[in-house]
């Protein structure tokens, strides 16, 4: 899917992030929304409208009946469920509804889409009864969470989404550093590569977003072989990959660095998970 998301709607890494997930389609079953309640709400309808969009190029169109029938908020496949504005005021019965309708075929789009606002407020035993379908969910289904702190779900409903974060307050500076650490890996000393990630083993949301962004300029990479046009802004550190490195060796970091994204949700050691890194890519490099 071509998905499109306008430049206000969401910050620069989680917009990127996003539309690396959906070019590749490689679009998580399960996505936690985290930030403020408005944006986190608009977004998730501007993801659960392209799901339903029939257009063939980018999505959401605006135009189609599926888009029509999203924006009046009429859609049979788009569900929107959510509790109060109270802690555990979003109860396990709500879910247990949701599970009965998970398993009944889309009516009209591909995929059937539900939206769970202010997750936040899920209880313990609403979120254990989530769990349930998270873990072996239809391929047709996919669940937009929207929560200020993905914190206050439980560890195992995290691990089976993706976070995306809304809250460009939490977001640092971009200093170049993602650029340098993509170079580092065509340069032969191993000494320059952990230098430069040694600060991230401190800073769980630094490493998010720096990994978000290697994977946005290892994604270039492979589509500028191709012939396509990075939309990074890293063309530097683009071009010396292609230089550098095989289709092959920049596909499989890429997987890597996707699969570590993933272990940063799961509270494992970051010391250890910065360093696995290193090696990881260093070796798919020929380091």
Not at 52 to 79: F, L, M, Q, W, Y
Request: aromatic residues 4%; positive net charge.
């Amino acid at each position: 899917m071509k998905l499109q998301i306008p430049e206000t709607m969401c910050p620069p890494s989680a917009r990127a992030a996003l539309l690396s997930a959906y070019d590749t389609e490689r679009i998580p079953h399960a996505l936690i929304l985290e930030g403020a309640a408005e944006q986190t709400l608009m977004l998730a309808k501007w993801l659960a409208q392209a799901a339903v969009c029939t257009s063939p190029e980018k999505r959401p169109c605006g135009n189609c009946s599926g888009c029509i029938k999203a924006k009046a908020g009429s859609h049979p496949d788009i569900t929107l469920a959510g509790g109060g504005e109270t802690s555990r005021s979003f109860h396990k019965e709500e879910i247990e509804e949701l599970r009965r309708n998970v398993y009944v075929r889309p009516n009209e789009a591909a995929c059937r889409v539900f939206v769970l606002e202010n997750a936040q407020n899920l209880s313990q035993q609403a979120q254990n009864a989530l769990l349930k379908v998270l873990e072996e969910p239809p391929a047709s289904v996919q669940f937009l969470l929207t929560c200020n702190r993905s914190s206050s779900l439980l560890p195992t409903v995290r691990s089976r989404a993706q976070i995306y974060r809304l809250d460009t307050t939490q977001l640092p500076q971009d200093d170049g550093l993602t650029s340098q650490i993509a170079q580092a890996l065509c340069n032969p000393k191993e000494s320059a590569l952990l230098y430069l990630t040694a600060p991230l083993t401190k800073d769980r949301v630094r490493l998010r977003t720096e990994l978000d962004k290697l994977i946005l300029i290892f994604r270039d990479a492979l589509m500028f072989r191709y012939g396509g046009t990075p939309i990074s802004g890293e063309e530097d550190a683009v071009r010396m990959l292609v230089q550098t490195l095989t289709r092959t060796q920049l596909y499989q970091i890429t997987q890597t660095v996707r699969k570590m994204r993933s272990y940063v949700e799961r509270n494992v050691n970051m010391t250890l998970l910065v360093t696995d890194l290193c090696a990881k890519l260093r070796s798919e490099a020929g380091r």
